[in-house]
């Protein structure tokens, strides 16, 4: 159980164009999601979290009109890089939290994007 | 400020045993997670501790101080697939995980 899928797994994009990322619980709702983005040979950064039905909270220095997550449904949250740069190239991680261990995030297997 | 520290890197031979430590400071504290992130993949849950003592979970085991703000990840017969980063994370009082930087654990023959 507590399996989540990520989509697309990597895709590469032209600078100025916008990629959705989408994130779902395959078995279980997940009350909360939150996105990661993960730069080669470092920490995992928490950029967001988001609730079902509700506007997501972002974190300190994380443009929220650049990074659009919308959490439509207790299994579904996307994340859309708007008007990608080369520099938005990253692994972007997804997590979802809910089920029967409810406070353990379980990640999505991750989508790698790069921006020429 | 709210604080994980765990070693950065860390080397030990297949077929022993090695220990992963990690100390926090943070506001409030609602449970320790381990995880396991290969190079270039997505970190998988190992476990959870929020009561004080050992989880043991086949060859991995963690194990939980609260009074001292310690845990430590414990791998057992090690394989060459264990060779990963292993990073320690606290939920605090908020329910937010606090991240530590990771351990880079290289396993040689």
């Known amino acids: 159980g507590a399996v989540v899928s990520q989509h697309p797994s990597w895709v590469i994009c032209k600078s100025g164009t916008s990629v959705k990322i989408e994130c779902r619980s395959l078995d279980f709702q997940a009350t909360t999601m939150f996105w990661y983005r993960q730069f080669p040979k470092q920490s995992l950064m928490l950029m967001a979290t988001?609730?079902?039905?509700?506007?997501?909270?972002?974190e300190q220095g994380v443009e929220k009109d650049k990074f659009l997550i919308n959490h439509a449904s207790l299994t579904l949250s996307t994340l859309t890089v708007t008007s990608a740069h080369p520099e938005d190239s990253s692994f972007y991680i997804c997590s979802a939290r809910g089920g029967r261990e409810a406070d353990t995030q379980y990640f999505g297997p991750g989508t790698r994007l790069t921006v020429l | 400020g709210q604080n994980i520290d765990q070693p950065t890197e860390m080397t030990a031979t297949e077929g022993a045993i090695v220990q992963i430590n990690c100390t926090y400071q943070t506001s409030g504290f609602n449970g320790l997670f381990w995880y396991q992130q290969h190079a270039g993949e997505a970190p998988t849950f190992l476990s959870y501790n929020v009561l004080d003592g050992l989880e043991e979970k086949g060859r991995f085991s963690s194990f939980l101080s609260r009074s001292k703000g310690y845990s430590y990840l414990l791998l057992k017969e090690l394989q060459m697939k264990d060779s990963a980063s292993y990073l320690c994370a606290v939920m605090d009082s908020n329910y937010q995980l606090i991240w530590g930087a990771g351990t880079k654990l290289i396993i040689k023959p």
């Open positions: 988001s609730n079902e039905g509700s506007k997501a909270t972002y």
